[in-house]
């Protein structure tokens, strides 16, 4: 912990990478191990184009719980130390796979949402794209205007991030002289290759997790247990 202060300490540029495991904190469900199933169904099962063209009210129902989960969350102390972070640095960061939006309502900046926000619908007949913040929605599958189905504003597996994010995420962990990997498994491409990115560039690595995971072995510092009691105490 005293190692990880002073590289945070002493480094300009800092990027942050976060995953579920950072609202775990706040009532989100994480996607991954006994928390991860929603009825019988594994993330891997619902977050795919084809699963939603299959059964789209089966997906939305899904989404709808989650949006109904997360509009009840507050944001917790993991994503307030990442605010008081923010303030800190000249070159900060966040990058997160998180849709929930629960870093926008606690303050942090920009923020390089890779996997999308479930807080936006979009349309598959004309492609507009719009915020919806009600929860439940008052019918499921939402349409659009246009008479169009709607879909969840998220990136699902086998489809592209949203335009020009890669570059930018890739860039922000290539500037940074500390990375700090929070909340996530780390098996889900590209968001996991950031480490090795960062780590080439020289970066300190620091992870931030409850268990170990699949790039534990190439971190410089794991430090092991809730990012809501961790991060404050890294970061006061
Ligand atoms: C705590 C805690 C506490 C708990 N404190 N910690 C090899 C290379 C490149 C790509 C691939 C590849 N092999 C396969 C691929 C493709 C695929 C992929 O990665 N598959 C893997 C499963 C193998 N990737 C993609 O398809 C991506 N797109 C892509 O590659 O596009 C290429 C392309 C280019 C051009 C044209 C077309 C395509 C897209 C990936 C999209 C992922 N989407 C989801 C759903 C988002 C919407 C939604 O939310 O519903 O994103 S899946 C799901 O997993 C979600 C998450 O963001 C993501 C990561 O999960 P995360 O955050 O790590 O959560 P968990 O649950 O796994 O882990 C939580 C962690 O927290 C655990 O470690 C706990 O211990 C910890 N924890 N409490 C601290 N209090
Ligand atoms: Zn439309």
Redo the contacts with the bound molecule.
């Keep these: 912990m005293e190692q990880a202060r002073e590289w945070i300490q002493n480094a300009s540029s800092v990027a942050v990478l976060?995953?579920?495991?950072?609202s775990?904190?706040s009532g989100v469900p994480?996607?991954?191990?006994d928390?991860?199933l929603w009825r019988e169904y594994k993330?891997?099962d619902?977050?795919t184009p084809e699963a939603f063209m299959r059964d789209p009210r089966l997906v939305w129902e899904?989404?709808d719980w989650?949006r109904q989960v997360i509009a009840k969350a507050e944001p917790n102390p993991?994503h307030r130390a990442l605010v008081e972070l923010e303030c800190r640095k000249r070159r900060f960061n966040l990058i997160?796979?998180?849709?929930?939006g629960l870093h926008d309502r606690a303050g942090s900046g920009r923020i390089l949402k890779?996997?999308?926000d479930?807080w936006r619908l979009r349309c598959l007949e004309c492609r507009a794209d719009w915020p919806d913040r009600r929860a439940p929605l008052p019918k499921l599958p939402p349409h659009c205007r246009c008479g169009g189905l709607a879909r969840?504003g998220?990136?699902?597996?086998?489809?592209?991030?949203p335009d020009g994010m890669w570059l930018e995420a890739e860039h922000a962990a290539s500037d940074a002289e500390v990375l700090l990997v929070?909340?996530?498994?780390?098996?889900?491409?590209?968001?996991?290759?950031l480490a090795g990115i960062a780590r080439r560039t020289k970066a300190r690595i620091i992870e931030?997790?409850?268990?170990e995971?699949a790039i534990s072995h190439e971190v410089d510092c794991s430090l092991r247990?809730?990012?809501?009691?961790?991060l404050p105490r890294l970061i006061a």
């Design positions: 976060t995953g579920a495991g950072i775990a904190e994480i996607f991954r191990g928390q991860g993330p891997e619902l977050a899904w989404y989650r993991g997160t796979q998180n849709v929930d890779l996997h999308g479930i969840p998220v990136v699902w597996f086998g489809e592209p991030l929070i909340g996530t498994s780390a098996v889900v491409y590209p968001a996991a290759s931030i997790n409850m268990e995971t247990g809730p990012a809501g009691e961790i």
